[in-house]
């Protein structure tokens, strides 16, 4: 993926397979947005921020804001050619619009480095699966084995570890490519476990307290908290507001439409959620599980729900060695960021671009996974432990200003025509979406940015 030469960069990705085909654009994208942030994420703030409630918010914001955000990501990113800070730079030569996209490193750091942490747990629970150790067990110890393995000193360490360098090696070997191929065909059989697994939890005893938790609203349950973070966590599990976008949206041909594409990536995004959900808070009622859990939500729910099925250690193995794979095509899309700024604007090369931003990211990732057990638990700063920090502050506060600006930019910036031109790919197809676009991302969209953001901060 090195587009240093834009024009030969896009001759080349026709001729490339994977990312020159309708599906490869698609599988790319929603690869970068499919992951972690829906199947362990969603479900555990969904449990603590008050289910129905909070999903309904969270649609709202997904179709508001989160939609037009990454249709803008996308023409800027085609529009220039470039990585999330060169882009700024060639189309707003000498102005500071630029520190979009240094923010947007800061943001694409602080996330990895704790996703690498997360997606060493799901490491963790490949071998557990596989080696039948969930087999028997009550939920009690399901539990318990699940606080052992965060609160271990080295073994997540470890996991973390192995998870970065193939995250890291992915990206030196320049295989996103491949990987995506292989994605294309993974990713569907991560959603068909899901859904098989939908239909074991929708038929427990008990499934019904749970169905309800996820698609009746309580709407005692709405404060500023809740949709400060529904905001926050749909432009997580999107992979915008940072940039991402603009550099995917460099590697789309001229002839796609984009808002088309766009569409497509957020409504397999969300289908995921969704139906993660559905797995997941059933069985959380069916076996009084604690729907605020936190974190763990997930990693105790699903190997329950595993044990209640015929061949469930090859169904969990399967599983999480998905989710790990669906946790790499979203990893190496952070990754990207970094790199594409240490080799494009630090005039690094790949190599050393990759091996030093993997490094810094995996270091801060270390006292991450130590503030989940006893070394750093009772380190806090404002009253999180250290990954709590990270997932917090990214997300809901470095997210929604990097999107903020980047539709000011877009919409108000650029502007109309530009958009126009770039979104009907130089008035060849047709957007009759366009009128509602601008509005969206010139006024709707970044005004209840800004009401959520600083409500939520206390700022009114
Ligand atoms: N969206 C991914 C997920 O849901 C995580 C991710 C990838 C991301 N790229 C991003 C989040 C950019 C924020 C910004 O797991």
Redesign the pocket.
Same mark, same amino acid.
């Given at each position: 993926m090195d587009n240093t030469n834009p024009q030969k960069d896009t001759n080349n990705l026709q001729e490339r397979d994977g990312f020159a085909s309708r599906l490869g654009i698609i599988a790319a994208a929603a690869g @970068? #947005?499919? /992951? &972690? +942030?829906?199947i362990w994420?969603f479900p555990y703030i969904t449990g603590q921020y008050g289910g129905a409630a909070f999903i309904l918010i969270y649609l709202i914001c997904i179709v508001l804001m989160g939609m037009p955000l990454m249709i803008s990501e996308f023409a800027i990113g085609r529009m220039a050619q470039k990585n999330a800070i060169g882009s700024f730079k060639k189309l707003a030569p000498h102005t500071y619009w630029f520190l979009i996209g240094v923010m947007g490193i800061a +943001? #694409?750091i602080m %996330?990895l480095a704790f996703?690498g942490v997360v997606s060493g747990w799901c490491i963790d629970y490949v071998v557990r699966s596989a080696t039948n150790a969930f087999a028997g067990k009550s939920t009690e110890s399901i539990i318990h084995m699940f606080d052992g393995l965060i609160t271990h000193t080295w073994m997540p360490l470890l996991w973390q570890f192995v998870f970065m360098i193939l995250t890291g090696i992915i990206v030196i070997a320049g295989i996103q490519n491949g990987i995506e191929k292989y994605a294309k065909i993974l990713m569907p059989l991560l959603l068909l476990i899901i859904i098989i697994l939908d239909i074991r939890a929708v038929t427990l005893p008990g499934a019904k307290e749970g169905l309800s938790f996820l698609f009746k609203p309580d709407f005692t349950k709405l404060s500023t908290e809740v949709m400060f973070v529904a905001l926050g966590h749909a =432009? =997580? @599990? &999107? @992979?915008? /507001?940072?940039g991402?976008m603009i550099t995917y949206g460099s590697y789309i041909g001229k002839r796609e439409n984009l808002g088309v594409t766009a569409l497509q990536v957020t409504i397999a995004d969300t289908l995921v959620a969704l139906l993660a959900g559905v797995a997941i808070f059933p069985a959380v009622f069916a076996f009084g599980i604690n729907p605020t859990e936190g974190p763990g939500l997930a990693f105790i729910t699903l190997p329950v729900v595993f044990q209640q099925m015929p061949f469930g250690n090859v169904f969990g193995t399967l599983f999480f060695l998905l989710l790990v794979v669906a #946790?790499l095509t979203?990893s190496i899309? %952070?990754l990207e960021v970094i790199v594409a700024y240490f080799s494009e604007e630090l005039k690094m090369s790949r190599k050393k671009a990759t091996i030093l931003s993997t490094t810094i990211v995996t270091l801060i990732g270390i006292p991450a996974s130590l503030s989940n057990g006893p070394v750093l638990s009772n380190f806090k700063i404002l009253g999180f432990g250290f990954m709590d920090l990270l997932d917090y502050v990214s997300a809901n506060i470095l &997210?929604p200003i990097g999107g903020l600006l980047i539709l000011a930019f877009g919409g108000w910036y650029l502007g109309r025509e530009k958009m126009e031109r770039e979104l009907t790919n130089g008035g060849t197809i047709q957007s009759n979406y366009l009128s509602i676009f601008m509005i969206l991302t010139k006024f709707i969209a970044p005004i209840g940015i800004a009401l959520v953001f600083l409500k939520g901060l206390g700022f009114m």
């Open positions: @970068s #947005a499919i /992951g &972690l +942030g829906n994420r +943001g #694409a %996330i996703y =432009f =997580f @599990s &999107l @992979s915008i /507001g940072m991402t #946790a979203s899309s %952070i &997210l």
